[in-house]
């Protein structure tokens, strides 16, 4: 008797698995065959070629299958073990996933035979830009920035960027639209992706994306100021609801909950949605009270303290308010973003690169995203490389007591850091790094709930995280 309930759950098991199995095969045997399409034709080269790697067709090839493996992987972890119920989000979810992170966006490019033209991306861009800077100052202009790009520190790619603006022009709404739904799925994959990768700890996958989001706090304040900030906590509330649209039992609840989501979608802007998770933790915070919660909050104030101090006593408090705006509408500066020395950057690039600057406390330069000597890419990279070096070694201790999880997490890492590498070699442009920018707060996460002493993680990682800060602002 002892021996049937074993039976049948292993009958179960072994069901679970046989399914699971057949239809992983059956994606990979479709991915294989788009990725021998991509890869052999030549037609795709040469939409990509166009980017920057003009004519350089092994670097294209290479960065191509790099990209397919990693995405692979990256659908196989999040995909796996998910509820009914969830399925529909995350399918939607890893739709405008794959079409930026993958080879399949290529695809599309050459099967619609949109074209594939930076530079008319770069000259609207540009036009509009210079259009609402000259004639509203810089709210409009930010407001036409942020509504034409989604948060590039998210699980997205400008590819993406480019690609919609070829589908729908100067469309905002549109536009909007459909950089809403990518900011919320961006972020809802990286939420599972945590989750599956630290086997079920929601405390760690708390940690990484609060730190995503957390940076671009940062980043939203310097560059649009107060008012940006105050509207966290509208969306906070707004998406408050949210958490009940697969929660309560009443449809016509759940119905009105999902049609207020939708206009929050369309109407909020789209750099402020990763706070509906926030939201929802914020809401759960009782349920996921742990010492690892009050570990990484206590990492972030000490963080936040010590930047403003420093701050405070090397620049005085009325020049932390100026210092973006100054930077930003410094006439100097702007030359330089339209310079011709930029070709190959869209505006919004060029902008997101100096968003980036202001947020790790390299206010001074701009053009650390072309040169490879900056300061602000070698502290980047020893960042990564530090964290890839932990992760490397636990990772090897979890492989070998069977986690395959932790195996896979860290073989996507390799994966896209070596894609990112290779591209940034043969283009001579840094871009391609911005992949790696979550990777960086998802290994934060692992390494503080790793340790076995979470004071001692967390004094870890706030030493790495303040070598980086002060060698930055050595160069401002």
């Known amino acids: 008797m002892s021996l049937l309930p074993q039976k049948i759950d292993l009958e179960k098991q072994l069901n679970i698995k046989g399914r699971f199995f057949l239809n992983h095969i059956l994606i990979l045997f479709l991915y294989l065959i788009l990725l021998f399409y991509l890869v052999m034709s030549q037609q795709s ?30 659908f196989l972890i999040i995909t796996s073990r998910l509820k009914p119920s969830d399925h529909l989000i995350f399918v939607c979810a890893f739709v405008f996933y794959i079409l930026a992170f993958s080879p399949l966006y290529y695809l599309f490019q050459s099967l619609t035979g949109i074209p594939f033209e930076f530079n008319a991306f770069d000259s609207l861009l540009y036009y509009n830009a210079h259009v609402d800077f000259e004639n509203s100052g810089r709210g409009d202009f930010f407001s036409f920035i942020s509504d034409q790009n989604f948060t590039f520190d998210d699980f997205g790619f400008t590819g993406y960027v480019h690609y919609t603006l070829s589908l729908f022009g100067e469309n905002i709404f549109v536009q909007r639209v459909f950089n809403a739904l990518f900011a919320a799925g961006s972020a809802v994959l990286t939420y599972r992706f945590c989750l599956r990768l630290f086997n079920g700890d929601q405390t760690r996958s708390i940690i990484a ?23 966290i906590f509208f969306v906070l509330l707004v998406f408050y609801h949210l958490n009940y649209v697969f929660t309560d039992k009443n449809k016509a609840k759940r119905l009105f909950y999902g ?30 009270q742990s ?30 308010i100026t210092l973006g705006y100054s930077k930003i509408l410094d006439p100097e500066l702007q030359r330089e973003i339209f310079n011709l ?38 502290s980047y990279n020893l960042l990564l490389l530090n964290y890839l070096a932990y992760y490397l070694w636990t990772s090897i201790r979890m492989v070998l007591k069977e986690k395959r999880a932790e195996f896979y997490g860290l073989l996507i890492f390799i994966l896209i850091y070596a894609a990112s590498m290779v591209v940034s070699f043969f283009a001579q442009e840094v871009r391609y790094l911005y992949m790696m920018y979550p990777f960086v707060y998802i290994l934060i996460a692992y390494s503080i709930g790793r340790h076995k002493n979470p004071k001692l993680a967390t004094l870890y990682n706030f030493g790495i995280t303040a070598v980086i800060i002060f060698w930055n602002i050595r160069s401002l």
């Not at 939409?47 to 397919?68: E, H, K, P, R, W």
């Not at 609060?210 to 940006?228: D, M, P, Q």
Request: with cysteine.
């Open 45 to 74: 080269v040469e939409l990509f070629s166009t980017n920057s790697m003009a004519g350089d067709v092994l670097s294209i090839q290479i960065y191509l299958i790099i990209l397919s493996l990693a995405s692979l992987l990256s």
């Open 209 to 231: 994306v609060s730190l995503l989001i957390f940076n671009n706090i940062t980043i939203y304040f310097i560059a649009s100021g107060l008012k940006e900030c105050v509207m």
């Open 259 to 288: 049609i207020l989501g939708i206009i929050c979608l369309i109407f909020i802007r789209p750099h402020m949605l990763p706070f509906i998770f926030l939201g929802i933790f914020v809401v759960n915070y009782a349920k996921l």
């Open 291 to 320: 010492l690892m919660i009050k570990q990484s909050i206590l990492f972030l104030g000490v963080v936040i303290f010590g930047g403003v101090i420093y701050v405070v006593a090397t620049s005085g408090a009325v020049e932390i």
């Open 341 to 378: 020395k930029y070709e190959g950057y869209s505006i919004a690039e060029a902008y997101a690169v100096m968003f980036a600057s202001i947020s790790f406390g390299a206010l001074s330069k701009i053009d650390f995203a072309i040169t490879n000597e900056d300061t602000f890419l070698f």
